[in-house]
């Protein structure tokens, strides 16, 4: 699986939009773009993902530049409760083996939202 | 409502000693993943399984034990063999083939061993 980097730690306003960025420049043409946040001593929670096009859901939108190579997850209007760990990690699709289901969570972006 | 549940939230035990961490899912799901996370550390991967009565390591399967004997129940032992269990446990599921990565995550459990 390709390997991401996000910055350590952002800040973001009450009711501003959060964005989060996420380097991927190694990724495959196979290899979809998974998004969860872990808010602390939680279980993490799947946000969304998206192969090439740009999804979005009823909690986020993930933006994902032409070349694939990076990302952002948008929180359109976040709130105090949005405050956590969000992981972007890459998965290669349809993975059999010693690979089906494995997540490999990196360090994450601590998102800080402040009233 | 569905979900996963993980008993109990926390744990305490003493060195040598076997434990065994509970995990059900009511969501019908087919496959269940342990997770182990460290204090500021992403998780990573114990053992996890397909379908009922079948199971595979993860990346750090040494000292643990798994059994799948209902799709709804997926628990894991940690083992007196186990170096450092002192850790946050999380158990997680998903449809299964497809939509393997979008996994639901219990509430976890925090094992303190002394």
């Known amino acids: 699986d390709a390997k991401t980097t996000q910055p350590t730690s952002m800040d973001c306003a009450e009711g501003r939009a959060a964005n989060l960025p996420c380097n991927h420049s190694?990724?495959?043409?196979?290899?979809?773009v998974y998004w969860y946040r872990q808010i602390h001593s939680q279980g993490p929670q799947y946000i969304i993902h998206?192969?090439?096009n740009n999804e979005t859901n009823e909690m986020a939108s993930l933006i994902i530049t032409e070349d694939r190579k990076s990302s952002t997850l948008i929180l359109p209007h976040a709130t105090l409760r949005d405050t956590a760990v969000y992981y972007c990690?890459?998965?290669?699709?349809?993975?059999?083996?010693?690979?089906?289901?494995?997540?490999?969570f990196g360090q994450g972006t601590i998102l800080t939202v402040h009233p | 409502d569905g979900g996963i549940t993980q008993s109990p939230k926390y744990l305490f035990r003493k060195e040598g000693q076997n434990v065994t961490l509970s995990c059900e899912q009511n969501?019908?799901?087919?496959?269940m993943y342990w997770y182990r996370q460290d204090p500021g550390q992403g998780l990573r991967l114990i053992y996890y399984?397909?379908?009922?009565?079948?199971?595979q390591k993860g990346d750090i399967a040494e000292g643990y034990s798994v059994s799948r004997e209902k799709k709804e129940s997926f628990p894991l032992t940690v083992t007196s063999a186990q170096k450092n269990p002192t850790a946050f446990y999380l158990c997680?599921?998903?449809?299964?083939?497809?939509?393997?990565?979008?996994?639901?995550f219990g509430p976890g459990t925090r094992l303190t061993v002394t």
């Open positions: 997680a599921s998903s449809i299964g083939q497809g939509l393997a990565y979008e996994q639901y």
């Open positions: 190694t990724i495959s043409g196979n290899e979809y």
């Open positions: 998206g192969l090439k």
């Open positions: 990690i890459v998965v290669l699709a349809n993975a059999g083996g010693t690979s089906y289901g494995k997540l490999t």
């Open positions: 969501l019908n799901h087919d496959a």
């Open positions: 399984s397909q379908i009922v009565n079948d199971f």
